[in-house]
């Protein structure tokens, strides 16, 4: 099974109505409310953010990554949201979800990385320790002690 994440094409309108927001997708503990306000005074400011990602089964878009982008863009009341659309099933944005945040947005918390291992570890359990860490920019050795005792970080 591999870990690397499909591509998609360009970014494109969706109704944030279509998008299924799961939060056991989500990889962080909680949402920040005051990400989730700074993002919404830069949408009212036309600032460009990035668009989440959302994976596509056919019917549903899953919300994978950009869970504050979403939440300020359904705070202004907008109606469509940019977003980068993936073909693929809930599992594939839960495992999305779980890489995301490693390199960008809002800063992890010990408790997010540990959420984001655990996810991972549930949907690819066979995947070796190294597998995980790489995927959820941790090292391996905490990975193993999730995997061992499903403790924090």
Known sequence: MTTKTPTAGRPRKVMIEHIEYDSENQARERLDNDTVVEYAEAMQRKEKLPPIVCYHDGSTYWLADGFHRYHAARKRGEKYIEAQVIKGSRDDARWHAAGANTQHG????NADKAKAVRLALALR????DRKIAAHCGVSPTTVGTI????STI
Do not use: E, V
């Open 106 to 109: 809002l800063k992890r918390t």
């Open 125 to 128: 359990p066979n995947l070796s």
């Open 147 to 150: 995997r061992r005792d499903g």
